[in-house]
């Protein structure tokens, strides 16, 4: 490479840097702004969205409907039925999908956009909320919205005001509509787990009662039994141990394949359980996260544990059945 390359290469970076830099810089001048401009409507439309007896439908034409897909996504993932509607396809059939108990929440950065006039009138028609999120306050849109959320006077980033900006502001505004609604919803990580099974995020939220095995397939044996059953009891339900219980159901001990070695004789099989069980054993309560009961048995050197509700054993789980469930 020539030095003539090596000083033009760094001329071009310099200058792709100073564009990200001016890009990034209005973004975050644009979001300060909008923060410092919304008010009690906003508020008024979580009131709105908190109450609601039907879907969230949000709309928008061209790259104001791409932002939109992204709003009713993430309104879906955190407790709110919603879907968005193409404003062109609404007026070919698509509004037979809302219906008088949802909510409308139309983005058009002008206010002007032509398709969403059938939309509109729809649900000034039958009496639909309509929530319309825009830049220019006096606007088709912002006239027919019963809530306006309306964006600040912000310089475009892009050539011929090409959507940059505007655009960012309306996703960051969806984004605050969906975390304050959660909010006030007190929407817990629960309820997203359940919203979010395949996700890194809900596999890291995963209980100990999602993963252990319960029922019949708990192998559990009693002090006063012989070993030779109880040698059976763990062959059979495959976990390699046996929990030990008294009377009441509480686990006293546990017998593992260790315990089995170290009483290795031609009289292990006549030998009572209690004579050969370890006592006291590691146990954890099944409402612990998976990840938990994972660096428990990892810091503990065991590859299962009993999960006790009040000293009775409700559950067995195995590392294994954390590591496959995606919990790491």
């Excluded at 193409?86 to 509004?95: R, T, Y």
């Excluded at 099974?197 to 993963?211: E, F, T, W």
């Amino acid at each position: 490479m020539s030095f003539s390359q090596s000083k033009k290469n760094s001329e071009l970076i310099k200058k792709d840097l100073e564009v990200a830099v001016r890009v990034t810089s209005l973004a975050a001048n644009g979001l300060i702004k909008m923060g410092r401009k919304l008010g009690s409507n906003f508020s008024d439309c979580i009131d709105l969205l908190s109450k609601l007896n039907g879907k969230v439908i949000v709309t928008g034409m061209g790259k104001s409907g791409h932002v939109g897909n992204k709003i009713a996504a993430t309104l879906a993932s955190t407790g709110t039925q919603a879907f968005f509607v193409h404003p062109a396809e609404a007026s070919h059939g698509d509004l037979g999908m809302i219906s008088e108990e949802d909510v409308v929440i139309a983005l058009s950065k002008s206010g002007e956009t032509k398709e969403l006039s059938d939309l509109m009138s729809y649900t000034r028609r039958f009496g639909i909320p309509l929530v319309g999120i825009t830049s220019e306050v006096e606007s088709s849109l912002a006239d027919n919205s019963d809530i306006l959320l309306c964006l600040p006077d912000i310089e475009e980033a892009g050539p011929h005001g090409v959507p940059t900006t505007s655009t960012t502001l309306m996703i960051s505004l969806g984004d605050a509509l969906a975390v304050a609604l959660l909010e006030r919803r007190g929407f817990s990580s629960d309820d997203y787990r359940l919203f979010h099974p395949g996700g890194k995020l809900g596999k890291s939220l995963l209980k100990v009662s999602d993963l252990m095995h319960i029922g019949d397939e708990v192998p559990l044996t009693t002090p006063e039994t012989l070993m030779s059953e109880t040698i059976i009891i763990m062959t059979n339900k495959t976990f390699g141990v046996a929990g030990v219980v008294d009377e009441e159901n509480t686990l006293i001990g546990i017998v593992t394949d260790g315990d089995l070695r170290r009483h290795m004789s031609g009289k292990l099989t006549d030998m009572k359980t209690s004579q050969v069980m370890t006592v006291s054993p590691k146990s954890i309560n099944p409402n612990i996260l998976a990840s938990e009961a994972l660096r428990i048995m990892n810091s503990s050197k065991v590859t299962c544990l009993f999960a006790l509700d009040n000293g009775s054993p409700v559950g067995i789980i195995r590392i294994h059945d954390i590591l496959r469930a995606g919990v790491a």
